[in-house]
């Protein structure tokens, strides 16, 4: 059974904005805090944004004030809306969810569900 799956993304130039969204089983949406990783090539998988089953938020410092999260309770979604975008934000983006969430993004180890991933570009 898929817990998450993933869908947006694409390719955008330097300062536009994509769209990506997340639908949870509802056990997970309901009990786990959701967010997103991603993954450039040559790099680590990093944190990128969580929300709280109440809607508490926590983001990457490389992207706050431009990347925001939220969910949606009627759709079992989670979104990240991605503004301003720079090419060093073009990496694989990954839906996550973890049982406990804090002030600060989860670990990778602490991920207890993964979507496929969806691409993001940015063009210079």
């Known amino acids: 059974q898929v817990q998450l799956a993933e869908s947006g993304g694409g390719s955008v130039q330097s300062g536009g904005s994509l769209s990506l969204s997340c639908a949870a089983s509802e056990h997970v949406y309901s009990a786990y805090c959701l967010g997103w990783f991603r993954q450039a090539p040559g790099k680590e998988r990093e944190g990128v944004a969580f929300?709280?089953?109440?809607?508490?938020?926590t983001y990457a410092d490389s992207v706050k004030g431009r990347f925001t999260i939220s969910r949606d309770n009627a759709k079992n979604t989670v979104a990240l809306q991605l503004n301003s975008l720079k090419p060093e934000d073009t990496a694989m983006y990954y839906c996550a969810s973890a049982p406990v969430c804090g002030s600060d993004l989860p670990p990778q180890i602490a991920v207890a569900f993964w979507g496929q991933g969806t691409q993001v570009t940015v063009s210079s």
């Open positions: 929300i709280e089953p109440y809607g508490i938020t």
